[in-house]
Structures are given as C-alpha cells and as structure tokens.
Nanobody, 119 residues
C-alpha cells in the first residue's frame, strides 16, 4: 500500500520560510517522479515543483528562485524548501508520486498540509 505523508506546513509571515517534507512508503521511491502541488481556496490544484528520478527539475514560474525541491532516496523523502513566502503562496500543499510500470503510470497523492502566509 502506497502512502505519502506530508508535514511541515503552518502559519508564517510574508517573507518567512517553511520546509515541507513528504515521506513515501510502499513504492519504488528511487524510480518515482516526485512533485509538490498546491490548491488555494476556490482555485484549481496547480503544479509547484517536480523532480524526476534522474534529478530533472521543473518549477512553476511563480515560485522560481524562491522554492527548492529536493529528494533523499535513502530516506524515501522529498522536500520543498520555501523561502520569501508571499500571501499568494497560501494553500494546501500536496505531495504526488508518479510511478511508471508495465501497465503505464500511476499517480499517488498525499493528504496535504496547510500553508498559510500572512501579510
């Protein structure tokens, strides 16, 4: 059974920092594409950052230069370091794993962690 458990969310003032963690189990973490997504109230879920098993990175334009995604394959954990936070970064942040197998790819999601940035 695949599980993704996010942690590290909270309330922070604008300009502050937070580090999110996502601990994965039940999947071949080293081969998974890991990513962070977020959903603000009354908005669609959007991509924040992804990292392939080969280390290829992708960031939303709105977070480039402020957020950094990283992974520790020994700990089956992916991180999102968020600096210079803005009120518009507020939302529920979700961890996603994409695992490619013989029958195609499968997406797995965590339960989400709330990030609130006050102005």
């Amino acid at each position: 059974q695949v599980q993704l458990v996010e942690s590290g969310g909270g309330l922070v003032q604008a300009g502050g920092s937070l580090r999110l963690s996502c601990a994965a189990s039940g999947l071949s973490f080293r081969r998974a594409v890991m990513g962070w997504y977020r959903q603000a109230p009354e908005k669609q879920r959007e991509l924040v950052a992804t990292m392939t098993d080969g280390g290829r990175l992708n960031y939303a334009d709105s977070v480039k230069g402020r957020f950094t995604i990283s992974r520790d394959n020994a700990k089956n954990t992916v991180y999102l370091q968020m600096n210079s936070l803005k009120p518009e970064d507020t939302g529920v942040y979700y961890c996603k794993a994409v695992v490619v197998g013989g029958r195609g790819s499968t997406d797995y999601w965590g339960q989400g962690t709330q990030v609130t940035v006050s102005s």
